[in-house]
């Protein structure tokens, strides 16, 4: 059994872990989230006030925290697969899919979707691009600039997600056991 190198596996465990981190750090978007929701229950159910800034407080919250929660579940393979044919393959055949798709898909995608998106977030800045859901019409550059860092955390987990790939491809075994989630 060949035994990756300790800088092989430093790298790894160090993306994997700055992953995690910023996983629980952006799980403080829930915060607005639900104090908004709450607030907006109550103003409109309980006094028939309706609030005219909730759904624009709880769609950026929400489509912030999805956005900046896709590495995450990356790294504990909570994306979408198609089983039908997956869980017949052997490991390192699994390796070998793996790393071509995140060579020649995954990859390349983010690093475009990373450039075209900050141009995005600076435009938005420059025109001061707002909302028009709501009469509040907030500022929606801070949402327009969530898009290039998620795809960049995406980018940097997609190159663990490689390295545990390719040993996959070379040994047969996966490096780090990836959680599966129940349903």
């Avoid at 430093?10 to 952006?26: M, N, P, Q, S, V």
């Avoid at 229950?41 to 929660?69: C, K, N």
């Avoid at 390192?92 to 798709?101: F, H, L, P, V």
């Avoid at 996959?168 to 599966?180: D, I, P, S, W």
Wanted: proline share 4%; glycine share 8%.
């Amino acid at each position: 059994m060949a035994t990756p190198s300790p800088a092989y596996l430093a790298t790894i465990r160090g993306i994997d872990k700055f992953t995690e981190y910023t996983a629980y750090l952006f799980c403080l978007f829930n915060i607005p989230l639900i104090g908004a929701n709450t607030y907006e229950v109550i103003s409109r159910y309980g006094f028939g006030e309706p609030t005219e800034w909730a759904l624009d407080t709880t769609t950026q919250s929400f489509g912030a925290m999805f956005m900046l929660g896709a590495a995450y579940a990356l790294a504990k393979g909570g994306h979408v697969r198609t089983d039908m044919l997956w869980e017949g393959f052997s490991d390192r055949t699994k390796g070998m899919i793996d790393s071509a798709g995140y060579i020649l898909f995954f990859l390349p995608t983010m690093a475009v979707l990373v450039f075209i998106s900050i141009d995005d977030f600076f435009y938005a800045m420059s025109i001061n691009e707002r909302s028009n859901t709501t009469s509040w019409q907030p500022i929606l550059w801070p949402l327009r600039g969530v898009i290039p860092l998620a795809c960049a955390l995406l980018f940097v987990q997609g190159i663990s997600e490689l390295l545990k790939s390719l040993w996959a491809a070379r040994t047969g075994e996966f490096l780090v056991h990836q959680e599966k989630l129940e349903l």
